[in-house]
């Protein structure tokens, strides 16, 4: 599977921003899991968002829940992010990632394709 990730980009706090991340499968089957991860400067990637197995619902790290939502657009084979609410502390490089829909969880130790990575910069 390949992941492309695009969107990022340098904005206020406040604002929006919402990312995409093109796969080379199809999003529609739930043989694949999709979410987000990031890295901030200095920090180690960690989790941010991602559909559950049966991609029927959502997940969400605490510190974006309420302010950030993953979805799909599957006739594009499409995730996107959209970022609300943006603070200075959500800048980072913000990764696609996916995974084989197994039992184990979306961390990134089982994270089996990533994508190239988009920088999202948020000013104060």
């Known amino acids: 599977v390949q992941l492309q990730a695009s969107g990022g980009g340098l904005v206020q706090a406040g604002a929006s921003l919402r990312l995409s991340c093109a796969a080379s499968?199809?999003?529609?089957?739930?043989?694949?899991?999709f979410g987000w991860f990031r890295q901030a400067p200095g920090k180690e990637r960690e989790f941010v968002a991602s559909f559950t197995r049966d991609g029927r619902r959502t997940s969400y790290s605490g510190s974006v829940k309420g302010r950030f939502a993953i979805s799909k657009e599957n006739d594009k084979n499409t995730i996107h992010l959209q970022m609300n609410s943006l603070k200075p502390e959500d800048t980072a490089v913000y990764y696609c990632?996916?995974?084989?829909?197994?039992?184990?969880?979306?961390?990134?130790?089982?994270?089996?394709?990533w994508g190239q990575g988009t920088l999202v910069t948020v000013s104060s």
């Open positions: 990632a996916a995974k084989r829909s197994t039992s184990s969880s979306f961390e990134e130790p089982n994270i089996e394709f």
């Open positions: 499968t199809r999003t529609s089957s739930y043989y694949y899991v």
